[in-house]
């Protein structure tokens, strides 16, 4: 164990001091507003730098190149380190924190499920909020992303580490010959859809800090906000608007915007089947939506209509997680529609998480493979998505993915249960939790927060984000014992 654990830990010293480095942001934060965390966040940073040097230093002799299996091990120990040191200015500055509420919440953030324990958000310092949105920032694409693209820094190889933790099941396909200069351009890409969102929320009336913090949820559809309303505080059409575009441009895989930017064409998009799929669910889910409360009387008015379902349907099926009503109190098929969505709708290569619409359309078609060849036993179909042709393995990791994901969302909404929360909030947290998609229903729904559950159901929905971001596999791989073999 210690041969594969101790050279892990080694890079992993190296991030931890990369890590401390985000600070600077709200420490600017705290001298701009003088909002008294300055000390907090140098404390913080101090921290985080120096457990970083003494874990690296430690582990100096350890040091190898690291093998593929330990970038799962690399990856999930990061997200709970990084987690865990995360908490340390929101403890100092919030008073009455526990840290088991800390973590949910900087792991909410790290994984961009966007759930929080906190309530008044508006009378936060500033610094805090613009960190808890930053930590939605950097998750959003990945921490271990952007660690793989200045990996001469590192030094240690990169493309054990992208695949274990980029979402989706084609891993192996990358846009440039080097895996480093992959990272760099997906990170070019993301940083200039969120400085765009920014701009354009300011122009329809935002302050900067609160286009900031939403720009940076809204491009890693991590949802959160700063105010406990959400985006119903604004109650603007046109933020709205906004926040939805740059909602579905999150949604898609990255590559392909890379690719349209890089060919300056819009026809990377049309030849994405995952993204014409991803589109076509969304609207097309949006208007049968819109008309079923409409025909409940939920709203007086169609236009009315549109726009509430609109906004939150996107926000769910996107798994950004923002809120501007109380859908807990439409007819129940609209919200529970919703979650269905953020299992499935969002692509792959996405800030977003869930099972994913490649894996569907993979399914999908394997389905109807199946069916035909009851007919035609004898029949040869490749699977194909679009023009691109599946292999088999690659299909059967989708099947096991499915059934791990699904054994996850069975166990961990029993463990909810269990300990005495009502099924509609179990299961519904455990969605929204392993999906990253933020509020559940009932108990945990919009105009609520995850702040009455005890201790023990904090920690399974910390669990079910963990699992979500890191696509389950990741995770479940180093309880097996032949991870642990050399």
Not at 13 to 23: A, P, Q, V
Not at 116 to 133: I, Y
Not at 152 to 160: D, S
Not at 311 to 333: E, H, M, R
Request: include cysteine; proline fraction near 4%.
């Amino acid at each position: 164990m210690l041969y594969r654990l101790l050279p892990v830990c080694h890079v992993l010293g190296m991030l931890l001091m990369i890590f401390s480095i985000t600070y600077l942001m709200p420490i600017a934060s705290a001298l701009i507003y003088a909002d008294g965390t300055l000390i907090n966040f140098i404390d913080a940073m101090a921290i985080a730098a120096c457990s970083g040097f003494l874990i690296w230093f430690a582990t100096q002799q350890q040091k190898r190149e690291l093998k593929p299996r330990d970038g799962f091990l690399l990856v999930t120990l990061a997200w709970v380190l990084m987690a865990a040191i995360a908490t340390v200015p929101l403890m100092l500055a919030i008073d009455g924190l526990s840290f088991t509420d800390a973590f949910f919440e900087t792991m909410s953030g790290l994984t961009t499920t966007g759930a929080t324990t906190l309530t008044g958000l508006e009378k936060l310092p500033p610094s805090v909020n613009l960190w808890r949105h930053e930590l939605n920032w950097l998750g959003g694409m990945g921490i271990i992303v952007l660690a793989v693209a200045i990996l001469p820094l590192l030094g240690v190889g990169g493309m054990q580490l992208y695949k274990a933790e980029t979402p989706g099941p084609m891993k192996d396909s990358k846009l440039t010959p080097r895996i480093a200069s992959t990272a760099k351009a997906l990170w070019l890409v993301y940083f200039g859809f969120t400085v765009a969102c920014m701009l354009a929320l300011k122009l329809v009336g935002m302050n900067w800090l609160d286009a900031i913090c939403h720009a940076f949820a809204a491009l890693s559809l991590g949802g959160f906000s700063t105010y406990d309303a959400s985006v119903g505080q604004f109650d603007s059409p046109a933020i709205e608007a906004v926040l939805i575009f740059f909602m579905l441009v999150a949604g898609m895989n990255f590559a392909t915007h890379f690719v349209a930017w890089r060919g300056r064409s819009l026809k990377a998009y049309w030849s994405d089947a995952e993204a014409k799929a991803f589109v076509a669910l969304i609207v097309s889910s949006t208007l049968v939506c819109t008309l079923y409360v409409l025909s409940a009387g939920t709203y007086a008015d169609f236009a009315t209509a549109l726009r509430h379902v609109a906004f939150n349907l996107v926000s769910i099926a996107t798994d950004c997680g923002f809120a501007s009503q109380d859908y807990d109190k439409w007819p129940p098929f609209v919200p529970l529609w919703m979650l269905f969505l953020s299992c499935i709708a969002v692509c792959s290569g996405s800030t977003g998480g869930g099972i994913k619409m490649v894996r569907t359309l993979i399914l999908g078609q394997q389905g109807l493979i199946e069916l035909k060849r009851l007919v035609h036993p004898q029949l040869v179909l490749p699977l194909r998505v679009g023009s691109t042709s599946i292999a088999p393995n690659i299909a059967t990791a989708v099947l096991g993915f499915i059934f791990l994901y699904i054994l996850a969302v069975g166990e961990l909404t029993f463990f909810l249960m269990a300990s005495g929360l009502d099924f509609v909030s179990s299961i519904t947290a455990v969605v929204a939790c392993i999906n990253n998609a933020g509020p559940g229903l009932n108990v945990v729904g919009p105009a609520q927060n995850y702040g009455p559950l005890t201790d023990f159901q904090t920690w399974v929905c910390t669990f079910a984000m963990l699992l979500g971001r890191l696509e389950v596999l990741s995770v479940f791989v180093l309880f097996t014992p032949a991870f642990w073999r050399r």
